[in-house]
């Protein structure tokens, strides 16, 4: 959100300016990716897979534990940091006034299509971690790519989300339920969704699809 808002502060009121804004979405995966700190919606790719290996009760807990953990804790520092941008002197009057339009335009989507835009960015930020291994010294460009199109896109990401959703609900542009219950949760389940469904799955199936070929 610092990042995006910053840039439409300073930019001109024109229709190419979602374009260069954007950008500023890709800081926070950035800074979170390549510094190896624990992000949710990441971590509806990699757990899942031994969880669809062995399909047995002790991996479904530790896989609903780390998804708790992760997903509380990245939530609460969201939801400080966005509070904080717009109750505190640190940022502009003008920042904080496109802060409060990115945290607007993340919450006026209603259920239904926070839900659906919550299954694309939960596809791309796991297509991004899938890709990661391969990318080699282009890492930086693949969440830079993947991002931005997400921001772009306005698909919902429960996390990076939460900051604008957060900072809303703080200066009163709307309320703690309204943010939890029809953003938070279709935003959630579409992310897990996107995560688990359109990527983990297939990647299962090619490497059992390869585990019988090599039976075979």
């Not at 509806?44 to 969880?51: A, D, E, H, M, N």
């Not at 607007?104 to 930020?125: C, D, H, N, S, Y």
């Not at 971690?129 to 772009?152: C, D, N, Q």
């Not at 919902?156 to 009163?172: K, L, R, S």
Request: glycine share 12%; with cysteine.
């Amino acid at each position: 959100m610092f990042g995006e808002g910053l840039l439409m502060a300073h930019l001109p009121d024109a229709e190419w300016r979602p374009l260069v804004a954007k950008f500023g979405y890709c800081f926070g995966f950035v800074a979170v990716v390549l510094g190896r700190q624990q992000l949710f919606t990441e971590n509806t790719l990699t757990p899942i897979l031994p969880l669809l290996q062995h399909r047995d009760a002790k991996t479904f807990a530790n896989v609903g534990r780390l998804w708790s953990i992760v997903l509380v804790a990245n939530l609460i520092g969201a939801a400080a940091v966005g509070a904080a941008a717009v109750l505190t002197p640190a940022f502009d009057d003008e920042v904080r006034r496109s802060f409060l339009e990115i945290g607007r335009e993340e919450l006026e989507r209603g259920f239904g299509v926070t839900l659906l835009r919550g299954v694309f960015a939960g596809w791309l930020i796991a297509l991004m971690v899938w890709l990661m291994p391969f990318a080699e010294t282009s890492r930086l460009w693949v969440i830079i790519g993947v991002t931005y199109l997400v921001g772009l896109g306005g698909f919902a990401h429960i996390i990076a989300g939460a900051v604008a959703a957060a900072a809303a609900a703080a200066a009163g542009e709307a309320g703690v339920g309204t943010v939890i219950i029809d953003w938070g949760v279709p935003c959630l389940i579409g992310n897990v969704l996107g995560g688990v469904v359109l990527v983990a799955l297939l990647n299962h199936a090619q490497v059992a699809s390869g585990e019988a070929s090599d039976d075979l």
